[in-house]
């Protein structure tokens, strides 16, 4: 079979999409990596692309893909985060293209001779863009506010981000037309405002009220939490409701003269899929066809010609 005959592949993706950031995490301060991600926070993730094998080891692909992803203060074992108490869900939109090299292959799993399936290994990295759109949920009326509009830290951050895709993934090929895969992407962001959360709390003065309600969702009851964990733990400090304190230096969260932390604007936020797919591969002429299909034509012109008319 000629090298050039299956280069074109189109399919769709299904699975599952997760996020890392400012919100949820375990009893630590914010970590990198799937070690601080809250699997019950797991959501879906939908695509569709395209992948063009440019040789042997390369492929490029591009790619859509739609995804949710989510999380709450209230599932994480650190009593800071907990007291904060805040929560989103985002649906993100993203297009990236990528190069696709392969690491290990094998052209005839089972060693029977049929060359059917084959099976690749493969490490991707590209280049793509997202939009976004952080929300937040009203629990009284059990109604989805957008978040980004409230500006609760006062900040108009863009709904638009780069993102850097990278990771591993394999496939099977069934009769040369057929291909079923698994991948594992992460995603780099160039934004911190995923989860609507990056730096200090916003002027509540200058806020409507929909914008305090969101900016600072901490209650009584979180704070009874934090207090109890701190007890427990044999620290010194206690956390007011609508301030924090610490040794009795009392800061309010809202003094627009010294601003007070709400999330971590040292690390931009992160995403990540894990999906299935099923491509199918289009044949095409394979370079010894167009070689014999150019040949072919040419010799009839040349009979053409060389024909003597009475």
């Known amino acids: 079979m000629a090298h050039g005959q299956y280069r074109w592949e189109f399919g769709a993706k299904a699975g599952v999409a997760n996020y890392l950031g400012d919100i949820g995490g375990y009893s630590g301060p914010r970590r990198d990596g799937p070690v601080d991600m809250r699997f019950e926070q797991t959501n879906w993730a939908l695509g569709a692309y395209s992948r063009y094998k440019v040789s042997r080891l390369l492929s490029i692909q591009a790619e859509f893909n739609a995804a949710r992803i989510r999380g709450e203060d209230h599932l994480s074992l650190n009593a800071a985060r907990a007291a904060r108490n805040l929560s989103f869900r985002n649906l993100i939109l ?63 951050y863009s709904p638009f981000a780069f993102v850097i895709p990278k990771g591993i993934g394999l496939y099977f090929t069934h009769k040369k037309k057929h291909r079923f ?8 962001t160039f934004t911190d405002y995923l989860d609507d959360i990056s730096g200090t ?84 002429k394979s370079n010894f066809s167009r070689r014999q299909s150019s040949f072919i034509k040419k010799k009839r012109a040349v009979g053409r010609k060389t024909r003597a008319k009475f």
């Not at 895969?181 to 780099?188: L, Q």
């Open 94 to 156: 993203e297009l990236s293209a990528r190069a696709e090299i392969t690491i290990f292959q094998d052209n005839d799993v089972g060693g029977r001779g049929y060359y059917n399936p084959d099976f690749r290994l493969y490490a991707f990295a590209g280049v793509g863009g997202i939009y976004h759109n952080p929300q937040a949920r009203d629990a009284e009326t059990n109604t989805w506010h957008d978040l980004r509009p409230l500006k609760t830290e006062d900040v108009a």
């Open 201 to 284: 709390y916003g002027n509540w003065h200058e806020m409507d009220e929909l914008a305090q309600q969101f900016s600072n969702r901490t209650t009584p009851e979180h704070i009874d939490f934090v207090n109890a964990q701190a007890q427990q733990a044999g620290l010194p400090g206690t956390v007011n409701y609508g301030s924090f304190e610490l040794n009795g230096a009392g800061e309010n969260i809202h003094n627009p003269e010294n601003p007070q932390k709400r999330g971590d604007a040292s690390n931009n936020d992160s995403y990540l899929f894990t999906q299935f797919s099923y491509g199918y591969l289009i044949k095409g």
């Open 181 to 188: 895969g698994w991948e594992f992407g992460w995603r780099t």
